[in-house]
Structures are given as C-alpha cells and as structure tokens.
C-alpha cells in the first residue's frame, strides 16, 4: 500500500470507517438509479444557463452538507468529552454511587463501589443492598428507606456495614428518590466511608473530657486550698482550746470523756482536709530513694491487723527491690488504700490477697484502662506495686469512673480510698493501671519511675527534736483573732512570752517596739495588707538572723514553693497543736 493512501482500516474524523463510507456511496447510487435522473428527458435539454445554476445549487449543497458534518463531528468530539467527564465524576467518585430498585436491588454501581463493597461491578448489579448491613444496623435502614419513600426528600443516615470479605465499616447513606427509564421508582444512593470520621471523632471527644476532666481538678485544687487554708484555722482554735483545757486539769484527773472525744474528733477532721488534697495529688511529702520492697514488707504488720481474720496475704517480693523515688507515708497509704479495697471488693470474710513488685519496661506499660487519664511514661524503666483480689471483678463499664470520689459499683459509695490512692501516685509522676486477670478478680497496678539513686542500707530515722530551756518571747502574726488568741495559749503553757500582730504591717510595727526581746517569729503566709513571705523579708532586714517559722493551712509543698530571696528555719501546718508549736520554735531557733 502507497504510504500517501490512507489505510481503509482507518476511521475518518467522526468515527466512520471507510468501509461504512463505501456502503453508504453503494446505498446512494442504487437509490439514484430507481429515482432516475431528473435532466436525462428528450423533451428538455439543458441550456447552459440551467446547467450553470444547477452546478450553482450542488455546490451550495455541498458546502452545506460539509458544514453539518463539521458540526457533526464537534457535537461527537464533545460528547465524547462529556462521557469521559461522566466517566471521571461518576465512576471515579471518591464515593460510592448506586441506583436501587424499588424491591432494594442494585441496579448499578460505579467503580469505588467495587472495593468499598469488596465485589466486581457485574457481581453487585442485581444483588440486594441489604446483603451489605450488618444485623444491627438493619431496622435502621428500614427506616431510612420507609422515610425517603414516604418523604419524597433526601434521607441521611449512619448504619454499620459489611463487605463481601466479611471487614466491616461505618457507612453514611444519602438517599434520593427518583425515576427510573422506564418510569420506575428507584432511588440514588450515595455511601461514604466515615469510620475514620467516627474514630477521629471519638478521639476528639476522648480530648475534651480529658481537658475538661483536667479543668476541673485544677478548679477543684484551688477551692480545696482554700477550703484547708479556713477549715485549718479553724480546727486550729478548736484543738488548741481542747488541748489547753485538757492540759490543764490537776495532776492525776482523768479528763472529760467528752473533751478527749471532741479533741479526737477535730483531729481527724483535720485530716479531711490532707484527704482532699491527697485526692487532688496535692500533698508533697520529701521524698528519697528507697526499696519498694522494703517499704511493703514493712507495712505488712499494719495491714494484716486491719483485715478480717479470713484474709490472707500473699507476698511475692524480691530482695532487693525496684528502687524508687518516694514518700514512704504515701506509698504506704496507697499500698493500704488498694488492698483495703481488694478485700472489700471479694464480699467474703476470708480468701487471698495478693500483693507484688516487679519491674518493666516502658514498653510493656498496658495503654488502657490506666489512670490518670493522658498519662504517658516518661523514664525507661518502672516498677510496679500490684495488688490482685480474686473478687468477682469489676464492670468494664465502670472502670472509668471507680477513680471518682465516692464511687462504687454497690449501692452506695464507699470514700476516697482509691481517688486519694490515685492522687498520691499523680504526685510521684505515676499511674496506676486496671487490669482483669485469668480466672476473675482485678489487678490494681501502681507505675512507679525507676530511680537511678540508690536505696539507703538502712530505713532513716528521724533525729530527735533538740531541747532548750523554754523562754524568750515569741512574735505571733496571723490574721485570725481567735487563732491568735489560742495560739498565745498554747505559747504561754510552753513558757514564752507572746506579742502578737493582725497582719504584716503591724508585726513590723511590734517588731520594731520589742526587737531587742523577741526571740522568734511565727507568721501566717497569706494575710492582708502584707503577706508572710513580704513580712519575712522586711523582719530580715532590720535582723538578718531571726529564727522564723512559717505557718499556713496549704500544705508545705506548695507554700513553700517557688524562688524566694529568704527563707524560713521552720514550716508548720495548721491546724496547731501544742507539741506542733513546740518542735517548730525548737527547730528554728537551733
């Protein structure tokens, strides 16, 4: 074949192929031979003029008609553009398209069909949608279809959905009625994929209740300050007045019952206050490095004597242990408040406790069900302090909230015993973590950081306070009258003289008339006008070596907190007592 002759084979713009072309040419001929021609008559032969406007009329004609096949031609350019767009935005969607029958049969589907629904194309067409929702989501749907056909509007709903292979997925259906080719009712329906959605949306709430959980305590930490900063003051009036009573009956009466019982009473209720914060994570003791081991082992006589006579406690404690950084008081209450809450969990007089210390990686610290909530770990290794009863375990849907105050899952709540417990740990950079071991019960795991210093031999004892001879006189500055008021007391039964002052101005102003007397101050932090910290630093500038104690109802940690330029020899909590105010002179003025 020439290489100038185009190929037969080859289609002509418009999309005819010559051989369609040569057959239309044949149909043509055939046709204008049964018609016959027009100008082949004896009767009337062409004259030049006729002939010249009959060629005039076919070459318009033919011009004309290669006019309607350019237009032809660009209506078919353009249509086929149109199916490629068609193409693009129906069956490459990133969602799925279905058409669906009245009796909910597919009718078609587009390609993101396919993998969404995990079939070919040519399986689903015919097959019923429902075959595609999983058994609970099925009513749902039926609604859906009996709200778009009563509705004649769009519906919209969210049902958990199936693929072929079995993997499931959250699925949001938007359904149109419409008109099928034939007339037929059938609706458009478009599914999405949102179980990512949904995830991501369950992450985010997670978030606000964590940040609002988190608001929370932190409001709850600044009302419990002040809350233990009055109730402090307070019970320091009413200790300090029962103690003084008591103090001074005649050598050899047994006091009031009534008395000793009042005093019992406020000195517990002093210890609501220490509950409170404990609960909040807010109680800072020092802490050391000591041996998690040592520290249960020790313990172990106060705990059995608190159980029933039928609990026993089984110990797995290796000697020696995880070295941690804590406050022995602490860690003990913890330990006393999970087991406390073990054996009551099992409902029995008698059964098996089990408490242990082992050590892990950060890596093997359980993601769920750990407390607080947005806690992660931070050091390489940590201990772990477990405490597992064999009760009969505790509701999955409960444990987000057995950290809560007063929650239980009996009929009523049983304290703070596991909110204070949390709390202490939160305040040693720990967690601690629920778990459901084989053959039931709980497992209380506290997740104490690893210390890189090494535990002390021995347990330190605290040295004894040192002793003088009572004397001098003592600057008494707070701003509560009845406080002051006991206070000089309770000073005086020790043997001091006692000047006092309402706030820091006026201390300066007592101060500066009986300087070359007073031989120690004890000061309130948080006063009008002038607060304890100002007030020491002037009192410092006129004596740079006055003995000074600082009292406040916050707890040491944080009323000591923070870079101040002077500090005090001594802190002291309130409320007071009688051999509080005593070992804090002592101490400062040693």
């Not at 799925?96 to 067409?125: D, F, H, K």
């Not at 103090?247 to 509950?275: F, N």
């Not at 099992?346 to 909530?373: C, K, N, W, Y």
């Amino acid at each position: 074949m020439n290489a100038m002759t185009p190929d037969k084979r080859d289609p002509k713009p418009g999309g005819r192929s010559p051989e369609q072309d040569e057959e239309l040419r044949v149909r043509a001929e055939k046709k204008a031979e049964k018609e016959g021609d027009p100008w082949d008559s004896a009767d009337a032969p062409l004259s030049a003029e006729t002939a010249q406007e009959v060629l005039h009329d076919l070459r318009v004609h033919q011009i004309e008609l290669e006019m309607q096949n350019e237009e032809l031609r660009r209506t078919q350019v353009e249509l086929e553009a149109s199916r490629q767009r068609y193409f693009e935005l129906y069956d490459l969607a990133p969602v799925a398209y279905l058409t669906i029958s009245e009796e909910g049969r597919i009718l078609e589907a587009n390609l993101t069909s396919v993998p969404l629904l995990g079939q070919e194309r040519s399986a689903l067409v015919g097959r019923a949608f429902t075959r595609f929702i999983r058994p609970a989501s099925q009513d749902a749907y039926y609604r859906h279809r009996k709200s778009v056909v009563e509705g004649g509007t769009p519906q919209t709903c969210e049902i958990e959905m199936q693929r072929a292979d079995g993997t499931t997925f959250v699925g949001r259906v938007v359904s149109t009625p419409a008109t099928g080719p034939e007339g037929e009712a059938v609706s458009r329906v478009v599914v999405n994929d949102v179980t990512q959605l949904k995830e991501e949306e369950v992450r985010r709430l997670k978030l606000e209740q964590r940040l609002q959980q988190e608001e929370k305590v932190d409001s709850l930490g600044r009302m419990a300050g002040a809350i233990s900063h009055h109730f402090n003051n307070l019970l320091g009036v009413m200790i300090g007045n029962l103690e003084l009573v008591l103090s001074e009956l005649p050598s050899g009466e047994e006091p009031d019952e009534r008395l000793s019982d009042a005093l019992s009473a406020a000195r517990s209720a002093a210890q609501v206050s220490t509950t409170l914060l404990g609960y909040l994570g807010q109680v800072h003791e020092d802490q050391g490095p000591r041996d998690l081991s040592e520290i249960i082992r020790q313990s172990l006589p106060i705990l059995r004597a608190a159980m029933p006579p039928g609990m026993e406690l089984e110990i797995d404690l290796p000697s020696p242990g995880s070295t941690v950084n804590v406050s022995v008081g602490q860690i003990r209450q913890v330990l006393q408040n999970l087991v406390t809450n073990a054996w009551e969990a099992t409902g029995l007089d008698q059964g098996t406790i089990r408490v242990a210390v082992r050590e892990v990686p950060r890596q093997e610290i359980p993601t769920t069900h750990r407390f607080p909530q947005g806690w992660s770990p931070t050091k390489e290794r940590y201990a772990i302090l477990s405490v597992t009863d064999r009760g009969s375990g505790i509701d999955r849907r409960y444990v987000e909230q057995i950290f809560d105050p007063f929650f239980s899952g009996k009929e009523y709540g049983r304290g703070l015993g596991l909110s204070v417990a949390l709390g202490a740990v939160k305040a040693h950079d720990g967690a601690i973590a629920v778990t459901h071991p084989p053959g039931g019960g709980t497992t209380m795991e506290v997740y104490l950081p690893v210390s890189e210093e090494a535990a002390p031999v021995e347990a330190e004892r605290p040295a004894p306070a040192p002793t003088r001879d009572e004397g001098g006189v003592v600057l008494l500055v707070d701003d509560e009258a009845m406080l002051r008021s006991v206070g000089s007391r309770m000073l005086s039964r020790l043997g001091f003289d006692v000047v006092t002052a309402g706030d820091g101005i006026e201390a300066l102003e007592v101060f500066d008339e009986h300087a070359d007397r007073i031989t120690c101050v004890i000061c309130d932090l948080t006063m009008p006008r002038m607060n304890g910290w100002d007030t020491l630093a002037a009192l410092r500038e006129r004596r740079p070596e006055l003995p000074v104690v600082l009292t406040s109802g916050f707890d040491e940690a944080h009323a000591m907190a923070g870079d101040r330029p002077e500090q005090p020899q001594a802190f002291m909590g309130k409320p007071w007592s009688q051999a509080g105010l005593k070992s804090a002179i002592h101490r400062a003025i040693s």
